[in-house]
């Protein structure tokens, strides 16, 4: 039963400053979940303590800030929450997880003896969901070398890492954009971590029970997350809680050489200081109607044009945004 409220989410992780890529996620899940009349919130994901930074969630809500994008209550901050996912880890989540004390270089060791038996894994891949193509770089499947001992004894900054038994059954969804999308996360990505060895929560776990929490109901996000998506539905449904109503996995921008425009790969940070032109920009790639003479419009302007005028339509089973220069 669809909620009374739509409710969107921008969640970005503060491991560098926002760049167009990001910018272009944000412009879309505001200007999508605006014109179903709903809320926008915003969370930053900050659960990698070792990468993310404080100066980097300022920034970003000091930018997001001057581009007219102001969020609906107060910003939620994961590393905040770490008593939350613990709860459901010592909780609901406890029957199915297991202590994994394999090092790489044990599983590296075994992959070499026993090639049959690992399969590859496809997180890494952006497009894994929705092609048959093998990717050669991807990681080995956990070949479950720990789940005999059933050791719930997690043990934090040691070689432990808590690991999760999901239902080995396909699953699917539609994608509001990509179309219907099937999966089976027990074959394409194996018992996933979700805490580390550091004691951080994973990604996958966190923005799942958030999510739940929160009680989003439309995600729109980057297409390199397609792949965990069915896996966080198995989640949320472990954790007893309501899963979004709608999923809508942007095509992405991509650098000359081809890769996803990432803070990791040195993506250039967005200039804040001419908000217009940065998010006229950000409309042309999602293909939505603009009007060069709104470069003189303010960005509470433009954004209330591209509200009313938002369609899917030019984003429909692409899978890039072009690239930038």
């Not at 993310?52 to 590393?79: A, I, P």
């Not at 999901?166 to 194996?190: A, E, H, R």
């Not at 069915?230 to 989640?235: D, G, P, S, W």
């Not at 984003?315 to 690239?323: A, E």
Request: charged share 20%; net charge neutral; proline share 6%.
């Amino acid at each position: 039963m669809a909620r009374a409220v739509p409710i969107g989410r921008f969640a970005p992780s503060p491991t560098g400053r926002l760049h167009l890529g990001s910018l272009t996620t944000a412009v879309a899940s505001f200007c999508h979940i605006k014109s179903l009349g709903g809320q926008w919130l915003l969370r930053i994901e900050d659960v990698d303590f070792e990468r993310c930074k404080n100066e980097y969630s300022e920034s970003m809500l000091h930018d997001l800030t001057k581009l007219g994008l102001h969020w609906d209550g107060d910003v939620v901050y994961q590393s905040a929450r770490q008593a939350i996912y613990d709860e459901f880890l010592t909780g609901v989540l406890h029957p199915i997880s297991y202590v994994c004390r394999c090092s790489r270089k044990t599983l590296a060791d075994f992959a070499k003896t026993h090639p049959k038996s690992v399969r590859t894994a496809t997180l890494d891949t952006a497009l894994s969901a929705l092609s048959d193509t093998p990717n050669l770089n991807a990681p080995l499947i956990y070949p479950r070398l720990c789940l005999p001992k059933n050791d719930k004894t997690y043990r934090p900054n040691t070689q432990d890492k808590l690991r999760l038994v999901l239902d080995d059954v396909l699953g699917g969804f539609y994608d509001g954009l990509q179309g219907m999308i099937w999966d089976n996360p027990t074959k394409s990505l194996g018992d996933v971590v979700v805490k580390r060895q550091n004691g951080a929560i994973n990604y996958i776990l966190a923005c799942a029970i958030d999510d739940g929490l929160q009680g989003v109901t439309h995600v729109m996000r980057g297409l390199d997350i397609l792949p965990m998506t069915v896996a966080q539905f198995r989640l949320q449904e472990s954790c007893r809680l309501p899963t979004p109503d709608a999923y809508f996995h942007l095509p992405l921008i991509h650098n000359p050489d081809g890769q996803k425009l990432s803070k990791q790969n040195l993506a250039l940070p967005i200039d804040s200081t001419r908000p217009s032109v940065l998010l006229l920009e950000a409309l042309k790639r999602l293909g939505q109607p603009t009007d060069d003479a709104m470069q003189h419009s303010s960005p509470e302007e433009i954004l209330a044009f591209a509200i009313k005028h938002w369609t899917h339509a030019p984003l429909m089973r692409r899978q890039s945004l072009g690239v930038a220069q």
